[in-house]
């Protein structure tokens, strides 16, 4: 779907002609493309007195060939936990301050913090809160395609950061700003190979037929992984075309049908014998204020974005078919965090997404599997590009990004999710929305 507008600007006389107007700037992004180095320049690593992540974060960047030296930079990090007090909170500003200008285009700033509720004090949460502060504004205030993210770790898990770490600086995260995650001290493995690591993995993808789904199929097969990919049987010869290209499997079904979580069980357990990846992305708009929305329009959308999630996931757990390490994953919408005009059957679905994620994330911590789930924003689709214009327009540039998300901004982050190596990072939603001010 083209935004004539971001191509409009970032030709020669568009640019001119938006800078003199003052209108939206969409800088081009930097996205990830194989074989790219990991940040195309240095990260500057510093640290407020007394904390735990730089050295170990510096090792990571040193064995990954990036260099710390040079007067401008690719990325900024900040390693904010030993800031235990409100006052300690100066060494944000004694370290952004000189380093805000020596950011190149679509730079990465990282701040590093402890969670508030593993925090020792009163007074060591409210400091760590507080960074949520700077870390949002700075996504909103650098522009040029920089990314802003708090990443708070929990005391013990200084080593289960470097998957997300690396996806953060790459040209992976291009999209996802403004974030706050959090890393835990779960088991987790490191791939021998980091292009491709997925490698032996099998994973299911849901609605893979187009759009954001065949994005999802796409990253994770360049991953490594064996992708079956499922969609209706109405959508069939795309769903072909999907697996064909990725040498995965195609598998039509209706996720809603009676039998569809015993037979897709069976299915995987015959075919594969077990699922280390799941993501449930399949997922349907029926819009219309609730004064004037039928039953069939709320009951068909909870059914195919939530419930029948929750009857696959129980199936494919009670048969086992999910081992330790597993990555559930599932799409959820910043409409399920803002709500939406005409969506209360679309936004109910998707907050309940959010919900699943924060309610099983502790129930499958003893058996190793992490749920986790995206929030995309404003992503150039099918679904969107039906919109009305001015909608449309309103939600491509009401974001730090000025422009929609592509699908595969979705995908590589279900595919950081999936990683072997981001065992620690569970109960997360991670919005793909180039910080939208909706549901901010
Ligand atoms: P899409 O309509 O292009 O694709 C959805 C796919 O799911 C289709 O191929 C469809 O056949 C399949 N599907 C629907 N019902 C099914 C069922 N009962 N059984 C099996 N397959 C079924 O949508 P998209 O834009 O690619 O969105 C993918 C996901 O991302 C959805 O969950 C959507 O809600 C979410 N999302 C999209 C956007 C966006 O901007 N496009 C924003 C936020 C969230």
Excluded at 77 to 96: E, H, P, R, V
Excluded at 297 to 316: A, F, G, K, P, Y
């Amino acid at each position: 779907m083209s935004d004539r507008y971001a191509t409009f600007a970032n030709s020669g006389p568009g640019r001119a002609l938006v800078k003199r107007l003052g209108l939206p700037a969409p800088p081009s992004l930097r996205r990830h493309r194989p074989g790219d180095p990991l940040v195309p320049g240095p990260v500057l690593v510093e640290a407020a007195a007394g904390g735990r992540l730089h050295e170990p974060v510096r090792a990571i960047l040193k064995a990954a060939g990036v260099s710390d030296a040079g007067e401008r930079y690719s990325g900024l990090i900040f390693d904010a936990t030993g800031i235990t007090d409100s006052t300690d909170l100066k060494s944000l500003y004694d370290f952004f301050h000189p380093n805000a200008r020596a950011l190149l285009p679509s730079g990465r700033v990282i701040v590093l913090g402890t969670p508030p509720e593993a925090c020792e004090s009163p007074r060591e949460a409210t400091a760590q809160r507080a960074l949520e502060g700077l870390t949002r504004s700075i996504g909103k205030e650098f522009g040029r395609g920089t990314t802003a993210q708090l990443v708070y770790v929990t005391p013990g898990a200084e080593g289960a950061t470097e998957s997300t770490l690396r996806f953060l600086l790459s040209g992976r995260s291009a999209y996802v700003s403004g974030q706050v995650i959090r890393i835990g001290p779960s088991a987790f493995t490191m791939p021998a190979d980091w292009d491709r690591p997925l490698d032996g993995k099998v994973a299911l993808v849901t609605g893979a037929a187009r759009g954001i789904g065949a994005a999802i199929a796409r990253v994770l097969a360049r991953d490594g992984a064996q992708v079956v990919a499922l969609d209706m049987p109405a959508a069939g010869d795309a769903l072909a075309d999907v697996a064909n290209d990725i040498r995965g499997t195609a598998y039509q079904l209706d996720l809603t049908a009676a039998d569809a979580p015993g037979r897709l069980a069976d299915h995987i357990a015959d075919r594969h014998g077990r699922l280390d990846i799941v993501v449930h992305n399949a997922g349907i708009t029926r819009d219309k204020t609730i004064a004037r929305m039928d039953a069939d329009r709320w009951d068909s959308v909870l059914d195919v974005n939530l419930s029948s999630q929750e009857r696959i996931n129980d199936v494919l757990l009670a048969r086992d078919l999910i081992p330790h390490g597993g990555r559930l994953v599932g799409v959820a919408s910043i409409a399920g965090i803002a709500g939406n005009r005409g969506q209360t059957n679309y936004a109910t679905s998707k907050a309940g997404v959010i919900g699943l994620v924060e309610s099983m994330a502790p129930v499958l911590i003893d058996r190793e599997i992490t749920i986790n789930a995206v929030a995309p924003g404003f992503i150039e689709t099918r679904m969107t590009a039906k919109m009305p214009v001015m909608l449309r327009e309103a939600g491509r540039r009401m974001n730090s990004m000025s422009q929609g998300g592509l699908p595969v901004d979705v995908a590589e982050t279900i595919a950081w999710f999936a990683s072997p190596a981001s065992g620690g990072v569970t109960g997360n939603v991670v919005r793909v929305c180039g910080q939208s001010l909706l549901g901010a």
